[in-house]
């Protein structure tokens, strides 16, 4: 279905982010309406699919040069969308909201993509060649909204949690917000991302990995692999849709050399799993039971939900 016109509302609407356009003669901002009316209505992430709703004037290398224009900035353009929908949504009755940063890889892309690797994910699956992206979304109640969005560049080492730090420096809570919990996978769990999150006075939620030590030297993974099964207890957590999910749990107050106080939790799913089976948590609500921790630890997997049904990101990987 191809439309003639953008609606009406719809222009007026996003007439507040005109300025953030400043190249009148290639008519950026139009185009840039026609996107978002043709993600509306077909629903996909890909370019090609987004022109089909368009005139047949607006050609397909006519937004893909949009796109990729240097003349407008398409993070700045992010933020500002990101600060009026937090303050339009209806907030949650506790006031927490979650910020979940995760990676996602993009298996098809062009041979000459300067930033395309060849990488695994997982020990028994298949090399595959393409590159990765960093998405960071706050998510409370069924919400769930894109907070930034980059291109991860494989020379540069530790580059996403460098990411992430900055992505956490830039992002600023809605005033309704009364407590930010930080949720993430253990290939986030550097030192320096955790005293970032501390010090600007967030939660943190993180899988650790096993070569952390505790302060009195006691190794992780010592801990994981030599703890005996009679202290795990059976615990069941809830996700924020209310299904139940079942763990062997054990959970124990220590202290680390570089975050302090803090509780850590040895989970499994079935009792007989092994030492490598075991997930290592960690945060600083040291209040919260062992269910909540492990509640909170699940909302991660937003992110994985939002990759699969909302969009491919193929716009969002051509403008970065």
């Excluded at 993600?39 to 949009?66: D, E, N």
């Excluded at 979650?98 to 996602?104: E, F, L, Q, S």
């Excluded at 970032?196 to 994981?224: C, M, Q």
């Amino acid at each position: 279905m191809r439309l003639r016109s953008i609606p009406r509302s719809v222009s007026n609407r996003l007439a507040p982010y005109r300025p953030f356009f400043t190249s009148t003669q290639a008519q950026h901002f139009n185009i840039w309406c026609w996107l978002l009316v043709g993600l509306i209505i077909s629903g996909s992430g890909q370019l090609k699919a987004l022109t089909r709703c368009m005139p047949s004037r607006l050609a397909y290398w006519t937004a893909l040069r949009m796109i990729r224009a240097k003349v407008w900035d398409e993070q700045a353009l992010l933020d500002v969308m990101v600060d009026d929908l937090l303050y339009s949504l209806p907030p949650p009755k506790d006031g927490v909201l979650h910020v979940i940063p995760d990676t996602t890889r993009k298996e098809k892309t062009g041979e000459k993509q300067p930033l395309a690797y060849t990488t695994k994910m997982g020990k028994f699956e298949p090399y595959l060649f393409g590159h990765s992206v960093l998405l960071m979304i706050a998510h409370w109640g069924g919400f769930r909204i894109p907070v930034a969005v980059r291109v991860i560049n494989p020379k540069i080492k530790g580059h996403q949690n460098i990411l992430v730090r900055e992505m956490l420096r830039k992002f600023r809570p809605p005033a309704w917000c009364q407590r930010v919990i930080v949720e993430a996978d253990a290939g986030f769990a550097a030192k320096k991302t955790l005293q970032l999150v501390v010090e600007i006075g967030f939660y943190y939620v993180f899988a650790l990995p096993r070569t952390w030590k505790l302060a009195n030297g006691t190794h992780l993974s010592d801990l994981a692999r030599c703890l005996p099964k009679k202290f795990y207890r059976r615990l069941a957590s809830y996700k924020f849709d209310g299904r139940r999910r079942d763990y062997w749990t054990y959970s124990k107050s220590a202290k680390l050399s570089v975050l302090g106080d803090v509780t850590l939790v040895l989970s499994k799913r079935r009792f007989n799993d092994p030492p490598h089976r075991i997930k290592l948590l960690v945060t600083n609500l040291l209040e919260a039971s062992t269910g909540e921790i492990l509640s909170h630890f699940s909302r991660r997997w937003m992110v994985d939900t939002f990759h699969r049904y909302y969009t491919h990101w193929n716009t969002f990987e051509i403008a970065a």
